[in-house]
């Protein structure tokens, strides 16, 4: 249990999965580099490419300009469009939840406030739970379980783009049926 972080006691399933959620979308990361080793053939380029510099979403932009143009001349535009999209999606729950701020009440349940939000709204501020967000444990599953839906798309597109241009491929990862984005928050 966490003495600084006071709703952990209150709250523990709920923001164990929001730890693996902050802490797997490095492995997100890392599935769509493996991608851009698909295309570019250099494990150098792709790293440094996307990760010589901070930020999420200049990564995805980065990757998605490094190798659109080869998925959608081996007929997997449409794969590589959605995954790349869902990838921002992760994207979102994850800042969201690595730039707020946490309480528990009896009443709501486990909350957020986004005060990097609220510093860039021009009205004055008289109180920080204003636009709070409420978690709920199933929300939560289900955003852990998009997760692990874009890492399988993205083994699918590193597998078929490899299979459509003869490189040597280990696995089969056959293309996950579609999921539906999970709300950010309620």
């Not at 851009?36 to 490419?49: F, I, Q």
């Not at 939000?117 to 501020?125: D, L, N, S, T, V």
């Not at 399988?152 to 490899?162: E, G, K, S, V």
Request: net charge neutral; charged share 25%; with cysteine.
């Amino acid at each position: 249990m966490s003495e600084w972080l006071p709703c952990y006691k209150d709250a523990p399933r709920e923001l164990d999965i929001i730890g693996h959620l902050l802490v797997g979308y490095g492995e997100l990361e890392f599935e769509m580099c493996n991608c851009v080793v698909a295309v570019t053939r250099d494990l150098d380029l792709a790293v440094k490419s996307l990760f010589q510099v901070r930020g999420e979403k200049r990564r995805i932009d980065k990757a998605d300009s490094l190798t659109k143009d080869q998925y959608v001349a081996n007929g997997l535009g449409t794969e590589h469009c959605e995954t790349m999209s869902d990838m921002h999606w992760c994207r979102q729950i994850r800042n969201q939840y690595a730039h707020c701020n946490w309480y528990w009440t009896r009443q709501e349940g486990l909350c957020f406030v986004d005060l990097e939000g609220k510093a860039k709204i021009p009205a004055k501020i008289t109180s920080v739970t204003d636009n709070r967000a409420t978690l709920g444990l199933d929300l939560l599953k289900e955003q852990d379980s998009f997760f692990g839906y874009v890492r399988r798309c993205f083994w699918h597109l590193d597998w078929a783009y490899r299979t459509e241009t003869g490189q040597q491929t280990i696995l089969d990862h056959v293309r996950p049926a579609r999921v539906a984005r999970p709300p950010l928050y309620k």
